[in-house]
Nanobody, 130 residues
Framework: VQFVESGGGLVQPGGSLRLSCAASGITADYYAIGWFRQAPGKEREGVSAFNHHDRSTWVEDSVKDRFTISRDDAKNTVFLQMNNLQPEDSAVYSC????????????????????????WGPGTQVTVSS
């Protein structure tokens, strides 16, 4: 499994970005692709996840009204639409896969247990600054 993230960049506060996570090599039925971010000196934080089996999603509470996750099956790509970006959103955003059902994925994201996520992509830098 491999991921390639893209779409990051420099944006002013209040601006928007759409990140892409292009996936290859996934053949399972029960899996989720998660978006994560890590700022310098801070722990990795799960932002959102898309469950392949039922297309349900998980979004971290603090960004729920600003971030939306979606998937284009034809392109094997998961998108993270980020609106009204703020300086605290600045981080390296990366994606990874976990082979589990939606309930397990939600539990892992809610408890910040990311140990079973794998095939981490190199990430894309998001910088929010005026």
């Amino acid at each position: 499994v491999q991921f390639v993230e893209s779409g990051g960049g420099l944006v002013q506060p209040g601006g928007s970005l759409r990140l892409s996570c292009a996936a290859s090599g996934i053949t399972a039925d029960y899996y989720a692709i998660g978006w994560f971010r890590q700022a310098p000196g801070k722990e990795r934080e799960g932002v959102s996840a898309f469950n392949h089996h039922d297309r349900s999603t998980w979004v971290e509470d603090s960004v729920k009204d600003r971030f939306t996750i979606s998937r284009d099956d034809a392109k094997n790509t998961v998108f993270l639409q980020m609106n009204n970006l703020q300086p605290e959103d600045s981080a390296v955003y990366s994606c990874a896969v976990v082979f589990a059902g939606p309930d397990t994925v939600a539990a892992m994201m809610n408890t910040r247990y990311y140990g079973t996520f794998q095939s981490w992509g190199p990430g894309t830098q998001v910088t929010v600054s005026s």
